[in-house]
């Protein structure tokens, strides 16, 4: 058998301290060991050997045999660890060389950076289509599901990022724009995946201190016992080498873990924070409850909006948001007469209105988007992106054009309109909205950087900072609100935003699920629940409350606007149940509590469970949407001590229980049930 470097398996039982193998085969971690060696030994994780890395030339992918190996201590970023280097020559194809590294740190033990570097050997230039790195096969659990996984893709079809892998399935993962149809304005995302059985699980991805445009599919084929992942980077154009040069592919890493992705994911956090890339602490003022204009849409009028701020004041909001449809158009911010005949001077009045009810103003906008035909594009026409065409990249829902974040003319313009915004006008914080916002195109303008089109796709995120420094230098405490439209949150433009928001979700199961992946990545980043209306039957307060968002809605009153066809005024009924959550949310405090994951799984375990602990209790919401349960179980208790019990929602008292090491608690759940469990200091 050809000796390629392979991981053949995880040893899930081995110490921290393994023994290293004298021809490197074996490198110990700290929840196992990655065997390294010929053979594709019986695995519980890891199925049949596969190889590590790798490069495509003519659409073939070119395999290696290992000739020398060594290791090397090193201290960088990461800390300090040991790196093993493979050195090895392809075994078909061109003659092609390939150090392949394996770096571990006493700080991460259960993660390995892997990264390679490629030489053309041959005497003629070889043209390489792209590499991937961490191929791995993952062997599959028990039926139903095989799998739970964390994919970060975005896409038109706004999917969960959170989902269960049965036996066929298969997702690309990619990280630049997806096109559907006409448009390309979904992309960008999480570049990692995480699948996960019962008992054990396996994360990749990529450790770049800048986004990049790769791929990480997923593929289970039909009566496969296993799940085929990977780091797939796919040039644009073949990347000639020349005989003697080389190509580097991006550092990548594998992490094995027991438990769902939250654990994994908060790993991925740390790792990129040694690369610089740092998730944000979100001032007092983001987690602040929110009523948001959007109920009134495009054509509200201000008497509407100016009429509905007492009851919003009466009911305790501390936000209140002027939404879409202020301006003559996207592109140009100016103020349009049909709803502002006043011109600044309605804004200002109005600003000052939600000022004297009490509340910060917030102000919805759309950066980087510009109309056909706008004063904007006529004064500034080579803002634009422009694909390989020569066309410019369509934004769909607005009809608009995208505009690059590097252009000098449009960041010059855009600072001055968050001037405008907060220092003129009197906002508070910004509303950044549209799916668009997550990733940007390849851009070829030939006025921008045409030898470097992916350089907008990179710098994105510094385009966020802008704003976010601008804002902050107007006002110090403003918040900037980042809400990609059904996209999964770039990790890259988080830390320069206060509040991420549940963004258009589809169901009250996305609410919960990316309010889990958004505490694993950015634990002091506040998380908003998007409007009320935007959850299961318009009215699930118990999936924001059990999970630490921040209560928002778009309620009208006392009346509709006629041009909506949906209604969102405020019922006496609904108001009862919007009272009830706004008061137990200040009360708890739970969107500043802390998340206290790996007590349950979110895949597996049902009911669907997730736990804060604030003020030294703990807070559990149970989530039974599916089929109700006679009892549950609490995780997480001493053993031995005697806790309080009750149903804060509802306000019930549900007695007390003595923990044990199975400490259930005997009441049904049919839909939620929040609960919060005190010790009794007997």
């Given at each position: 058998?050809?000796?390629?470097?392979?991981?053949?398996?995880?040893?899930?039982?081995?110490?921290?301290?393994?023994p290293?193998?004298?021809?490197?085969?074996?490198?110990?971690?700290?929840?196992?060991?990655f065997?390294?060696?010929?053979?594709?030994?019986?695995?519980?994780?890891?199925?049949d050997a596969?190889?590590?890395g790798?490069?495509s030339?003519?659409g073939?992918?070119?395999?290696?045999?290992?000739?020398?190996?060594?290791?090397?201590?090193?201290?960088?970023a990461f800390?300090?660890g040991?790196?093993?280097?493979?050195?090895?020559?392809?075994?078909?194809?061109p003659a092609?060389?390939?150090?392949?590294?394996?770096?571990?740190?006493?700080?991460?033990?259960?993660?390995?950076?892997?990264?390679?570097?490629?030489?053309n050997?041959?005497?003629e230039?070889?043209?390489?289509?792209?590499?991937?790195?961490?191929?791995?096969?993952?062997?599959?659990?028990?039926?139903?599901?095989?799998?739970?996984?964390?994919?970060?893709?975005?896409t038109?079809?706004?999917?969960d990022?959170?989902?269960?892998?049965?036996?066929?399935?298969?997702?690309r993962?990619?990280?630049?724009?997806n096109?559907?149809?006409?448009?390309?304005?979904?992309?960008?995302?999480?570049p990692?995946?995480?699948?996960?059985?019962r008992?054990a699980?396996?994360?990749i991805?990529?450790l770049?201190?800048?986004?990049?445009?790769?791929?990480?599919?997923?593929?289970?084929?039909?009566?496969?016992?296993?799940?085929?992942?990977?780091?797939?980077?796919?040039f644009?154009?073949?990347a000639?080498?020349?005989?003697?040069?080389?190509?580097?592919?991006?550092?990548?890493?594998?992490?094995?873990?027991?438990g769902?992705?939250?654990?994994?994911?908060?790993?991925?956090?740390?790792?990129?924070?040694?690369v610089?890339?740092?998730?944000?602490?979100?001032?007092?003022e983001?987690?602040?409850?929110?009523?948001?204009?959007?109920?009134?849409?495009?054509?509200?009028?201000?008497?509407?909006?100016?009429g509905?701020?007492?009851?919003?004041?009466?009911?305790?909001?501390?936000w209140?948001?002027?939404?879409?449809?202020?301006q003559i158009?996207e592109?140009?911010?100016d103020l349009?007469?049909?709803?502002?005949?006043?011109?600044?001077?309605?804004m200002?009045?109005?600003?000052?209105e939600?000022?004297?009810?009490?509340?910060?103003?917030?102000?919805?906008?759309?950066?980087?988007?510009?109309?056909?035909?706008?004063?904007?594009?006529?004064?500034?026409?080579?803002?634009?992106i422009?694909g390989?065409?020569?066309?410019?990249?369509k934004i769909?829902?607005w009809?608009?054009w995208?505009l690059?974040?590097?252009?000098?003319?449009?960041?010059?313009?855009?600072?001055?309109l968050?001037h405008?915004?907060?220092?003129?006008?009197?906002?508070?914080?910004?509303k950044?909205?549209?799916?668009?916002?997550?990733?940007?195109?390849?851009?070829?303008?030939?006025?921008?950087?045409?030898?470097?089109?992916?350089k907008?796709?990179?710098e994105l995120?510094?385009?966020?900072k802008l704003?976010?420094d601008?804002?902050?230098?107007?006002?110090?405490?403003?918040?900037i609100?980042?809400?990609?439209?059904?996209?999964?949150?770039?990790?890259?433009?988080?830390?320069?935003?206060?509040?991420?928001?549940?963004?258009?979700?589809?169901?009250?199961?996305?609410?919960?699920?990316k309010?889990?992946?958004l505490?694993?990545?950015?634990?002091?980043?506040?998380?908003?629940?998007?409007?009320?209306?935007?959850?299961?039957?318009?009215?699930?307060y118990?999936?924001?409350?059990?999970i630490?968002?921040?209560?928002?809605?778009?309620?009208t009153?006392?009346?509709?606007?006629?041009?909506?066809?949906h209604s969102?005024?405020?019922?006496p009924?609904?108001e009862?149940?919007?009272?009830?959550?706004l008061?137990?949310y200040?009360?708890k405090q739970l969107?500043?509590?802390?998340?206290?994951?790996?007590?349950?799984?979110i895949?597996?375990d049902?009911?669907?469970t997730?736990v804060?602990?604030?003020?030294?209790?703990?807070y559990?919401a149970?989530?039974?949407?599916?089929?109700?349960?006679?009892?549950?179980?609490l995780?997480g208790?001493?053993?031995g001590?005697t806790?309080?019990?009750?149903?804060?929602?509802?306000?019930r008292?549900l007695?007390t229980?003595?923990?044990s090491?199975?400490?259930?608690?005997?009441?049904?759940?049919?839909?939620?049930?929040l609960?919060e469990?005190?010790?009794?200091?007997?």
């Amino acid at each position: 058998m050809k000796p390629y470097i392979a991981i053949a398996c995880l040893l899930l039982v081995a110490c921290a301290k393994a023994p290293v193998s004298g021809d490197l085969s074996v490198v110990p971690t700290g929840d196992g060991a990655f065997r390294i060696e010929n053979t594709a030994a019986a695995a519980p994780l890891i199925g049949d050997a596969t190889d590590l890395g790798s490069v495509s030339v003519a659409g073939e992918r070119v395999t290696f045999r290992t000739v020398a190996s060594e290791s090397k201590g090193v201290a960088d970023a990461f800390g300090r660890g040991t790196c093993f280097i493979y050195k090895g020559e392809s075994v078909d194809g061109p003659a092609l060389t390939r150090e392949l590294r394996l770096s571990f740190y006493e700080a991460f033990p259960s993660t390995m950076l892997v990264s390679a570097s490629y030489r053309n050997a041959s005497g003629e230039e070889v043209a390489v289509d792209g590499w991937s790195l961490c191929d791995l096969k993952v062997a599959a659990g028990a039926p139903d599901p095989s799998f739970w996984s964390f994919q970060g893709q975005s896409t038109s079809a706004r999917e969960d990022w959170i989902k269960p892998i049965d036996d066929a399935f298969y997702q690309r993962n990619f990280m630049g724009m997806n096109p559907a149809e006409d448009h390309v304005d979904y992309g960008g995302g999480v570049p990692v995946v995480c699948l996960w059985r019962r008992d054990a699980g396996v994360i990749i991805g990529h450790l770049e201190p800048t986004p990049q445009i790769v791929s990480l599919p997923v593929d289970k084929k039909a009566g496969n016992d296993y799940a085929e992942i990977s780091v797939v980077k796919e040039f644009d154009e073949p990347a000639v080498l020349a005989p003697g040069a080389s190509l580097d592919t991006y550092t990548c890493f594998v992490s094995f873990y027991k438990g769902d992705c939250f654990g994994a994911l908060r790993n991925y956090a740390q790792l990129l924070d040694k690369v610089g890339v740092k998730m944000p602490v979100s001032v007092p003022e983001a987690y602040e409850t929110a009523w948001c204009a959007w109920g009134y849409e495009r054509k509200f009028t201000i008497a509407e909006i100016v009429g509905t701020l007492p009851k919003v004041q009466e009911l305790g909001f501390k936000w209140a948001t002027l939404d879409d449809g202020f301006q003559i158009a996207e592109g140009d911010w100016d103020l349009t007469p049909e709803r502002f005949p006043n011109g600044d001077a309605d804004m200002k009045y109005m600003v000052d209105e939600f000022h004297k009810h009490g509340l910060k103003a917030e102000l919805w906008w759309t950066p980087l988007a510009a109309d056909p035909g706008t004063e904007f594009l006529r004064k500034y026409p080579d803002a634009l992106i422009l694909g390989k065409d020569g066309l410019p990249r369509k934004i769909e829902w607005w009809d608009s054009w995208f505009l690059s974040p590097l252009d000098e003319d449009v960041r010059r313009e855009q600072s001055a309109l968050v001037h405008k915004f907060i220092a003129d006008y009197g906002f508070d914080g910004l509303k950044l909205d549209g799916q668009h916002l997550n990733c940007v195109s390849p851009d070829y303008n030939p006025k921008h950087h045409p030898e470097d089109p992916e350089k907008d796709f990179r710098e994105l995120p510094g385009f966020y900072k802008l704003i976010h420094d601008t804002a902050r230098a107007v006002k110090s405490h403003s918040v900037i609100q980042y809400c990609p439209c059904g996209d999964c949150f770039s990790v890259y433009n988080l830390p320069y935003i206060d509040k991420a928001v549940s963004s258009d979700p589809t169901s009250s199961w996305q609410i919960r699920t990316k309010g889990y992946v958004l505490r694993a990545l950015a634990p002091q980043l506040a998380y908003y629940g998007d409007h009320i209306e935007l959850s299961d039957n318009e009215n699930d307060y118990p999936t924001q409350l059990g999970i630490g968002a921040v209560i928002g809605t778009k309620f009208t009153w006392p009346a509709d606007n006629p041009y909506v066809k949906h209604s969102y005024l405020l019922t006496p009924e609904k108001e009862a149940l919007l009272k009830n959550a706004l008061a137990i949310y200040e009360d708890k405090q739970l969107a500043r509590g802390e998340y206290v994951p790996g007590l349950y799984d979110i895949g597996f375990d049902y009911p669907e469970t997730h736990v804060l602990k604030q003020n030294g209790k703990l807070y559990y919401a149970f989530y039974a949407t599916s089929a109700p349960v006679a009892s549950v179980e609490l995780r997480g208790l001493e053993a031995g001590k005697t806790y309080r019990v009750e149903d804060y929602y509802n306000h019930r008292d549900l007695g007390t229980v003595t923990a044990s090491d199975k400490t259930v608690l005997e009441t049904p759940v049919d839909g939620s049930l929040l609960i919060e469990v005190s010790e009794i200091n007997l």
